[in-house]
């Protein structure tokens, strides 16, 4: 039975495994239901891959059958974030199914029944056959326990047999794959030219000047751009543009919190049980009966109690504090214990000076720095303000303060001198550590006091009323909103209704902005029926109303001109800029820097040394992979003409050259190269396939 349930945990692995591999994961989204209105006519089918449909019954399958081996192995039920990965694993799955399968047939790679038995018990094991069959007294495979299960599958029940042909169809799926990147991977081959042109680049070394005059020195007012040169732009740079599925929105949320009202029928329900829970003779009955939380009764000390509980110190046995209410949710707290613990805790905070380095004229320097500032709050300066101003570690922005902590938590120094401390207050002398010197504070005293504390809490939560009343807000403001114009019309009337917008939402995504679980108002923007300027139902997003009108839709393939206006705006007004700029450096004689003074105060003029061919970045002047190109195209002491960077225009200097040493042997340096494609050429080539495949995503209309 043992070896049953390891194969079912296996069954599925390989095609898992390589999906994983491949890096292919996106979040997808929730479950709308294969019968919603959204479908048309084609309800029932969820996709296309490489010219196959594929039904909303064989994705399902392949769904069930991956979620049911996740919950397996993590031993609990999905969340719905891990769901959405699990119908993307899914998606991928059938893919590399469908897509893949077809190249393997092309290319002729297969399995062929000896090499499963290899595979199985021959020479050759599988690694999950290896994990299924273990020996339990060596911990090692034991190839007799195959022969067994195999001997005895007819008399292990009637799901025995087809468990095991899913277990060998995952393990053969696998090898059809390591044979595929296998193939990929031999296929990598680096020439001697490609190797030495590397390894230059690499090592060879240039010192250079240059004349930059930043696009940003001429005024955006100053260009005008117009349509044409908009679209000229996009269609000569059209490739930088590729897009994929895109909706965007305008939406405003109506959140369900708790009100007013809510709040003091709670305090009055809270202040009628602190009455009882004083007067309970078992307080943990007590609060298993009206505690929206379970009990704890294990002692505290000071540093483990609530803040609220902090600030009464010493507690008193037998004594109801509260109610207090912290981020929704209200406490009673009823100490049932006092006693003294065997580790005591204290409070305090400190200012830590670190020495620059471990020499031992960066330690002095630390500690008269330290000492100093331990002189001026002596002499009166505030303790958290010189913490916030010379503390050097995560405790400067809160003044210090390292809240509560038992004996033996800090190093042994710290630990020393904080706890025999005889009470509170700054203490007189410095504490070396190995982090450094600290300026010491105690701010409560130390103490082994414990407590056992029983609480009841209770989340304020809204009424039926007060959600009925957030619903009714965001209903109206659907049903009177016949377009995006009405719906802008109606938020401007309700100052208390704010518009978010989302740009370009993609047909799987889980999340729109920062709302969580948003499947189903992606699955509105992009049904059939939605035409832009359609406004939407009442769509309920965990503890929200939300309500959106389309405002855009694109689809795979080329951005338009006006869905990235601004952005083609800036580069166009880049081109001219730099044109402008070009004209008055032509023509210019002289150095660099006679060029530049002649220019303007807006030249300026860089130098940088280091600089390699495999670098696209200039210290000084950013990401400029044409300057470097140029520079080491060009012969020491020579300029080039102006010519349009990155971030503004350049004329480069060539000073000087350092070539990388010659070498006679570049196996190592092939072989780092095709290491480096090796390891990129599986990936490549399955989003070369899924590219080549014409996929029609559906799933949107589903989940």
């Known amino acids: ?53 594929i039904a909303y019954d064989e994705f399902d399958a392949s769904f069930q059958q991956i979620k049911a081996n996740y919950e397996n192995q993590v031993g609990r039920t999905a969340t719905e974030g891990e769901l959405a990965m699990l119908r993307e694993q899914a998606w991928n799955q059938l893919i590399f199914k469908i897509a893949l399968q077809k190249e393997y047939e092309r ?5 062929s029944e000896d090499e499963l038995v290899d595979m199985v018990q021959g020479n050759n094991i599988h690694p999950a056959v290896k994990q299924a069959f273990v020996n339990p007294q060596t911990g090692e495979f034991d190839r007799n326990q195959v022969v067994q299960y195999l001997q005895n599958l007819d008399q292990m029940g009637p799901e025995a047999r087809p468990m095991w042909a899913n277990f060998q169809q995952g393990i053969v799926a696998d090898r059809i794959q390591s044979k595929y990147a296998n193939l990929l991977s031999k296929s990598v081959y680096i020439t001697s030219v490609e190797a030495k042109h590397y390894y230059n680049a690499m090592n060879s070394a240039a ?31 059209k490739d930088l543009y590729k897009v994929e599925d895109g909706r965007s929105i305008e939406y405003v949320t109506i959140p369900v919190s708790a009100s007013k009202e809510d709040s003091t029928y ?20 007590f609060v298993y009966a009206n ?41 009673l707290y009823k100490v049932m214990d006092a006693r003294q613990g065997d580790v005591s805790a204290v409070r305090a905070s400190h200012i830590l000076i670190r020495p620059e380095n471990d020499t031992p004229e960066a330690k002095a320097a630390a500690k008269a720095k330290a000492q100093d500032v331990l002189n001026q709050i002596k002499g009166g300066a505030d303790f958290a303000q010189m913490a916030t101003q010379y503390g050097s570690d995560g405790t400067a922005s809160v003044g210090g303060d390292l809240g509560w902590f038992p004996e033996g938590q800090m190093v042994a120094p710290f630990d020393k001198a904080v706890f025999n401390a005889s ?24 103490t082994n006091q414990q407590y056992q504390i029983a609480a009841v809490q209770r989340a304020v939560e809204p009424s039926e009323s007060t959600r009925d009343a957030a619903y009714a807000v965001a209903d109206e403001l659907s049903g009177t909103s016949g377009s995006t114009t009405e719906f802008n019309e109606n938020i401007a009337k309700n100052k208390s209704l704010v518009k978010e917008e989302a740009v370009n939402i993609g047909k799987n995504n889980i999340l729109v902005n920062n709302l969580n679980n948003a499947r189903e108002l992606v699955g509105w923007a992009y049904s059939k029926d939605t035409e832009v300027g359609d406004v939407s139902p009442v769509f309920e997003i965990e503890d929200q109303f939300v309500v959106a009108t389309l405002t855009g839709k694109r689809e795979k393939g080329y951005a338009k001109v006006e869905d990235i206006k601004d952005e083609l705006t800036a580069a166009v007004r880049n081109e001219v800029k730099a044109q402008q700029v070009i004209e008055k450096l032509k023509g210019q004689k002289g150095s660099i820097d006679q060029i530049a003074a002649s220019y303007g105060p807006n030249a300026i003029v860089k130098t940088a040394d280091n600089v390699t061919l495999a670098s696209a970045a200039v210290p000084g002047l950013g990401v400029e992979p044409v300057a470097i190109g140029k520079a080491f195209g060009m012969k020491p002491g ?7 960077g990155q971030n503004g225009v350049l004329i480069v200097e060539l000073l000087s050259l350092n070539k990388a040493p010659e070498i006679n042997d570049f196996s190592n340096v092939k072989e780092q190269i095709r290491a480096t494609k090796a390891g990129n050429v599986e990936s490549k080539a399955f989003e070369a396939i899924k590219e080549k495949a014409d996929i029609k995503d559906n799933r949107v209309r589903f989940f």
């Open 291 to 331: 505690s929206d939380a379970p009990f704890n009764g294990n002692y505290q000390n000071p540093g483990e109690l609530p803040e609220e509980l902090r600030k009464q110190l010493p507690l008193q046995e037998g004594k109801v504090y509260g109610p207090y209410t912290t981020q929704g949710t209200m406490a």
């Open 207 to 237: 010192s250079i000047k240059a004349l930059f005059v930043p696009y940003a020195t001429i005024a955006d007012s100053t260009v005008e751009v117009t349509d044409a040169q908009l679209k000229d732009y996009l269609e000569r740079n």
């Open 423 to 446: 009470g509170t207050g700054l203490l007189p002398n410095l504490v070396e550590t190995d982090y450094g010197y600290h300026i010491v504070k105690v701010t409560e005293p130390k």
């Open 266 to 285: 709670y305090k009055e329900e809270i202040g009628t049980l602190a009455q009882q829970f004083a007067s309970a003779t078992n307080d943990s009955a």
């Open 1 to 53: 039975m043992a070896l049953i349930n390891k194969i079912r945990e296996k069954s599925g692995w390989a095609v898992g495994a390589i999906a994983l591999g491949l890096g292919i994961f996106v979040v997808g989204g929730d479950l709308l239901g294969p019968n919603s209105r959204l479908l048309g006519n084609d309800a029932n089918v969820i996709g296309e891959i490489a010219g196959e449909e």
């Open 638 to 644: 020579t300029t080039s003409a102006p010519f349009e």
């Open 107 to 111: 290319l002729g790679i297969a399995v």
